[in-house]
Nanobody, 124 residues
């Protein structure tokens, strides 16, 4: 079992920044990749960013690259999401997720472990 806990969410004004963290604990020795997803009220969960375990592959949702940056500290089993130039449409609950598949996937259904989420609210 793997436990994921997000932190760093909050309320910020348009143009502001937040840095989300996701700490993994438990059976973490065989994870393949971690990702961030988000879900706004009344909308489906959306892929945000992905990072492979050794950090050699990162992917971003179209339109977010350049404002969002995903990184990882493997020694601490922690993944970060730096979010800059935030907009009201970035308001959502942000979830980190982990998978152990031997291939790259950005599909939420392929991720086995999820954190409880952290709320990000951007005021206009």
């Amino acid at each position: 079992q793997v436990r994921l806990v997000e932190s760093g969410g909050g309320l910020v004004q348009t143009g502001g920044s937040l840095r989300l963290s996701c700490a993994a604990s438990g059976r973490t020795f065989d994870w393949s990749a971690m990702a961030w997803f988000r879900q706004a009220p009344g909308k489906e969960r959306q892929f945000v960013a992905y990072i492979s375990r050794n950090g050699d592959r990162t992917y971003y949702s179209l339109g977010l690259k350049g404002r969002f940056t995903i990184s990882a500290d493997n020694a601490e089993n922690t993944v970060f999401l730096q979010m800059n130039s935030l907009k009201p449409e970035d308001t959502a609950v942000y979830y980190c997720a982990l998978h152990q598949r031997p291939y790259t996937t950005l599909a939420a259904s392929e991720y086995t472990y999820w954190g409880p989420g952290t709320q990000v609210a951007v005021s206009s």
